[in-house]
């Protein structure tokens, strides 16, 4: 079926408070505060942000640790510039002897976050854990964390609502406070896509389950399109057939080719085999799968396949179907998809 593409969104969840006090006297006065100027860096070093960690406090681990001059001259640029707001918490590697301007551009560099978490539009639950784990998380905390998750109001099961996004923590955040992270970034996703409506053509659960289809099947670009089909399909009564479900089943990942073996899987999530939607979703998906969940766009189509890398063609004729997937085949073994 459809090729997976998983995209990354960049999003980081937790972010530092910085103290605005004082802004008005900064302002109203002019202030010579010692800063470096560009090309004297030397260096590098880590510095470790806590949660909730104020300007003043920001700025004067940075001078401590050596990055900038001066601890007022970071404060000063933070006051008056709102991106502050956006620093992240956890261990982030700086240049030594750097102007304070380029200190706070440094702090929200998210390549510059050493313990980033990069949850992929897509992900199962198992490969969050996994992430988690080699983060420096205990895997039985995540576990344990895990069980004791509260969906939001319309959802049950920890699938499909571990949001996909950029996540930094800060040392000795609990696992519990991380998945809860996640869990609160889903539900601000589901309300802005409208999934977690009870006026969608599906309950939210179903809608959470069909945005986890079209984020497992195609492009961006095709969202849409995947989700008229899966309603096209429940429609007249056709079983969805979905590869990403078996591969869901199999934890097979990025395989194009499905063994006619293994569409046999034994399992309720195989859409080989059981009509309707599986009983879940197959994973965590982005904002705009949800979106395309919920507003699919007019068509008669039945079939789609990925006939090359970037080329998803959808029709309503198994004729042309079987002839895309020739196509399709030949492109496979001359490598098109490697």
């Not at 109001?153 to 040392?171: D, M, N, R, V």
């Not at 766009?297 to 309503?316: A, L, M, Q």
């Amino acid at each position: 079926m459809g090729k997976k593409r998983i995209v990354q969104i960049i999003a980081v969840v937790s972010v530092v408070a910085i103290a605005l006090f004082g802004v008005h006297q900064y302002r109203s006065r002019v202030i010579h505060d010692p800063d470096y100027a560009q090309g004297q860096s030397s260096g590098e070093v880590i510095v470790e942000i806590s949660q909730g960690e104020s300007g003043s406090e920001i700025a004067r681990n940075l001078f401590k640790s050596e990055v900038v001059k001066s601890s007022a001259a970071f404060f000063r640029l933070a006051v008056t510039d709102n991106r502050s707001t956006k620093i992240a918490p956890g261990p982030h590697r700086l240049s030594r002897h750097i102007p304070a301007a380029q200190a706070l551009e440094q702090l929200l560099d998210p390549s510059r976050i050493t313990s980033l978490i990069k949850i992929k539009e897509g992900a199962w639950v198992s490969e969050i854990v996994d992430q988690l784990v080699a983060a420096g998380f205990k895997r039985a905390a995540v576990l344990d964390a895990l069980n004791k998750l509260t969906p939001p109001a319309g959802f049950h099961g920890a699938e499909g609502i571990l949001f996909p996004a950029q996540y930094s923590f800060a040392k000795g955040t609990s696992a519990d406070s991380a998945l809860k992270s996640m869990v609160a970034a889903f539900s601000g996703a589901a309300k802005l896509s409208a999934i977690d409506s009870t006026a969608n053509d599906f309950m939210p659960m179903e809608m959470l389950t069909i945005a986890s289809l079209i984020q497992a099947e195609g492009d961006t670009k095709d969202f849409a399109k995947i989700s008229r089909v899966v309603r096209n399909r429940l429609k007249i009564g056709m079983p969805l057939q979905f590869d990403s479900t078996v591969h869901f089943i199999t934890h097979t990942r990025g395989k194009m080719f499905l063994s006619t073996n293994a569409t046999k899987t034994i399992s309720l999530y195989n859409t080989y085999l059981h009509y309707g939607l599986p009983p879940g979703p197959i994973g965590s998906p982005g904002l705009d799968a949800m979106k395309a969940a919920v507003s699919p766009v007019e068509g008669n189509w039945t079939y789609f396949i990925t006939v090359k890398p970037g080329d998803t063609r959808f029709t309503s004729s198994f004729q042309e179907f079987t002839n895309w997937k020739f196509e399709y085949e030949k492109n496979l073994k001359a490598g098109a998809f490697a």
